[in-house]
């Protein structure tokens, strides 16, 4: 089974920053790899679907990148309804597998 | 627009069954690029992938669970559902249906979840 380890589990950030997540997969997962934004008490929101492509919706402050192994989101500049939690989730094989998450906090 | 809601007894004892019920409304269940799935969330931790069904009622379920779910289609109510069994504490947990793209015809790979249920929250308790 493939495992993915998201880092940093937590972050502290400011409005207006720059954000970057990272996600990795135990092997190769080609360019199946998305993200997902997580409010409390919400269900998950698909933010980036095989790894770079933007969900219709969602505003392009979100890029995503990477392919096999190594995978990152970035949130080019933090706007408050931006504070939640985030995970990455892998797509390419059954078992499919999330990451264990990373929590954006306001610093 | 497509919607999924969840449904279901909030409350199940020790041992027995979990049965929860999916219903898509908005569009059909049995579009063929699409797989029908189930996550679920523990109290404040991460996402659980349970396992997946088509239309056609081929099924991918997590290892981990595997001894004990069991998922179905109705297409005729434009539903699926979920059956959890020797339930524990451990299940306790927000439960989530969604929609999962295929990549292709084919659906060998898979793109991400774009339409999930506001989730409900089962709690195993006697």
């Known amino acids: 089974d493939i495992q993915m380890t998201q880092s940093p589990s937590s972050l502290s950030a400011s409005v207006g920053d720059r954000v970057t997540i990272t996600c990795r997969a135990s092997q190769s997962i080609s360019s199946y790899l998305n993200w997902y934004q997580q409010k409390p008490g919400k269900a998950p929101k698909l933010l980036i679907y095989?790894?770079?492509s933007l969900q219709s919706g969602v505003p392009s402050r979100f890029s995503g990148s990477g392919s096999g192994t190594d995978f990152t989101l970035t949130i080019s500049s933090l706007q408050p309804e931006d504070f939640a939690t985030y995970y990455c989730q892998q797509s390419h094989s059954v078992p499919i597998a999330f990451g264990q998450g990373t929590r954006l906090e306001i610093k | 627009q497509l919607q999924l809601q969840e449904s279901g007894p909030g409350l199940v004892k020790p041992s027995e069954t979990l049965s929860l019920t999916c219903t898509v409304s908005g569009g059909s269940i049995s579009r063929s690029n699409y797989y029908w799935g189930w996550i679920r969330q523990p109290p404040g931790k991460g996402l659980d992938w349970i396992g997946i069904i088509f239309h056609s009622g081929s099924t991918y379920y997590n290892p981990s669970l595997k001894s004990r779910v069991t998922t179905s289609v109705d297409t005729s109510k434009n539903q699926f559902s979920l059956r959890l069994s020797s339930v524990t504490a451990a299940d306790t947990a927000v439960y989530f249906c969604a929609r999962l793209e295929c990549s292709s015809s084919s659906c060998w790979y898979f793109y991400g979840m774009d339409v999930w249920g506001q989730g409900t929250t089962v709690t195993v308790s006697s």
């Open positions: 095989a790894a770079s």
